[in-house]
Structures are given as structure tokens and as C-alpha cells.
């Protein structure tokens, strides 16, 4: 059974960084062509896609927030870390991890429940 | 600004059918498979369609997707109450090197 669960502060502070942990079960990311990603969604927007980190250690980033993010694994843990510096009111949001395989469709089959993350004085 | 086009809201009422566009470009939907998402407030999004048109094991055969050119859709066949939610279709971008979703579609049943 593939499981995923997002862990982190609820709340933090304008300029601040932000460090989110995915603790996945059910896969490993040893495992050719599996894909973690992290996508968010501000309150009343579209989700919008940040960051992956693939089995082979390459990691791919959202453009426009690339300057800001940094995507790692712990394979031995199950847990994929994201980071994001500079936290805005902007990035108010719930954040979710989701797996992918980039073997198959590369659809997010499994997804976390998401924590909500605000940014706030 | 999404980079794949949804529009905001669809509707109609139970037994009746929707559908709902995507559009995109050749750097996206043009070259690489397309994936639906139904989302509920408090709730983790949940595949509908990947691979353009393939469905999970549990999803019901009235729901549909499509793909042409640079666009897609899906389709809800027999609408039920239940199916009132946000749908997102994305998919990969060879030029931004990443994933993009669409902007959302609200389906209210009347």
C-alpha cells in the first residue's frame, strides 16, 4: 500500500525558509523511474507544480520559484525534503507531495492528505 | 497564470453529460500525455485519467478523457451530485522542463 504524508510548520514568518518533509511507504525511490514531487495550492487558486526529485538524483524545479527551492531524498528514510527560502504571504498554501513514475505516464497516482502552510508576522 | 487553460466552470445536472477542455501548446500537450484530477476542499486530489484516456482501477467508464493536437478533455457521463469538485488536467512541459497543471474547472451539479 503506497502512502504519503507531508510534515512541517503550519505557521511562519515572512523572509524565513521553509523546510517540508514527505515520508513516503509502499516504493522506494531506489527504484528505476519513480518521481517525488511537491505541488501547491494557494487558498481559492489552481494547484501549481514546485519541484521533483527523481530515483537517479535529478531534480527539476518550477521556473518561476527555482531560485528559491531546493528538492533532496533521504532513500534510507523514505523522506523527501523541500526547501523554499524567502517565505512570502504569497506562498500561503496547503502543500502536497505526490509520487510519479517516470516508467509509466508520469501521472501523480498517490498523493499526501497536504498540510496547510501560512505566512504570516 | 497556468500554463494549460481550463475554463473556470462547468455545469450541469444529474444524468446530464460535461465536458471539459485543456488547452495547451506542442511543448506540452502537443508532445507528452495528459493527465485529469478531481480535487475537494480538505481532501488530497485523485487521478481520474492518465495517459490521455487510460482510467485507474475504481474509476467509473463514465468518465472519459481525450486528446487532440495541443487540447484534451474530459468527459463525465450520467452527472451525479457526487461529482461536484475541481478538476485539473496536467501534463508535462518539454520546454519548461517541468509539470503544469491547468488552471481548474469548478463542475457544479444543479
Known amino acids: 500500500q503506497v502512502t504519503l504524508r507531508e510534515s512541517g510548520p503550519a505557521l511562519v514568518k515572512p523572509t524565513q525558509t521553509l523546510t517540508l518533509t514527505c515520508t513516503f511507504s509502499?516504493?522506494?525511490?531506489?527504484?528505476?523511474?519513480?518521481?517525488v514531487s511537491w505541488i501547491r495550492q494557494p487558498p481559492g487558486k489552481a494547484l501549481e507544480w514546485l519541484a521533483l526529485?527523481?530515483?537517479?538524483?535529478?531534480?527539476y524545479y518550477s521556473i518561476s520559484l527555482k531560485t528559491r527551492l531546493t528538492i533532496s531524498k533521504d532513500t534510507s528514510k523514505s523522506q523527501v525534503v523541500l526547501t523554499m527560502t524567502n517565505m512570502d504571504p504569497v506562498d500561503t498554501g496547503t502543500y502536497y507531495c505526490?509520487?510519479?513514475?517516470?516508467?509509466?505516464?508520469?501521472?501523480?497516482?498517490?498523493w499526501g492528505q497536504g498540510t496547510l502552510v501560512t505566512v504570516s508576522s | 497564470q497556468s500554463v494549460l487553460t481550463q475554463p473556470p466552470s462547468a455545469s450541469g445536472t444529474p444524468g446530464q453529460r460535461v465536458t471539459i477542455s485543456c488547452s495547451g501548446s506542442s511543448s506540452n500537450i502537443g508532445s507528452n500525455t495528459v493527465s485529469w484530477y478531481q480535487h475537494l476542499p480538505g481532501t488530497a486530489p485523485k487521478l481520474l485519467i492518465y495517459g490521455n484516456s487510460q482510467r485507474p482501477s475504481g474509476v467509473p467508464d463514465r468518465l472519459s478523457g481525450s486528446k487532440s493536437g495541443t487540447s484534451a478533455s474530459l468527459a463525465i457521463s450520467g452527472l451525479q451530485s457526487e461529482d461536484e469538485a475541481d478538476y485539473y488536467c496536467a501534463t508535462w512541459d518539454d520546454s519548461l522542463n517541468g509539470h503544469v497543471f491547468g488552471s481548474g474547472t469548478k463542475v457544479t451539479v444543479l
Open positions: 509502499g516504493f522506494s525511490l531506489r527504484t528505476s523511474g519513480m518521481c
Open positions: 526529485i527523481d530515483w537517479d538524483d535529478d531534480e
Open positions: 505526490a509520487r510519479s513514475r517516470r516508467d509509466d505516464y508520469n501521472q501523480f497516482d498517490y
